[in-house]
């Protein structure tokens, strides 16, 4: 029997993120984390009205793959199992700190592919970024999946 494939759906899904969708990728990560592009962040949010870094990881994750995670990024990573940047698969999640010491967690995503993450940005929203932005590089602290 031939899977059925949304061609619609993985078409949109892949203007609204940017990135390209093959046959073999997670199809549901990519369409449902499509519908949150440009959804407003809003802390302690967990809905399309505003969603804040960690509310969307949980939203994805429990949508997805029906698996529940810690609503907080500090205590996903905290009970995640590690994995280094040159390990990463499509849906695990991606780490970083913003804080001096960078003994805390504070901002998380979910690795998509060739780098690219979605998460949700204070400033844009839910959009993608790229692993090698500088930004990025300079706070990273791991990757982790479940």
Known sequence: MTPSYDYKSLAQASMRLGVDIDMEDNHHLYIESSKWIKTPHRFGGVTQIGVDCSGFTQHIYQTVYRK??????????????????????????????????????????????????????????????????????RNWISGGRY
């Open 68 to 137: 529940k995670i810690p609503r907080n990024s500090h205590q996903q990573y905290i009970k995640s199992q590690k994995v280094t940047k040159n390990r990463l698969r499509e849906g695990d999640l991606v780490f970083f700190s913003t804080s001096r010491t960078r003994k805390q967690v504070n901002h998380v995503g979910i690795y998509l592919k060739n780098n690219l993450f979605i998460h949700t940005s204070s400033s844009k929203g839910v959009m993608v970024s790229n692993l090698n932005e500088s930004y990025f590089k």
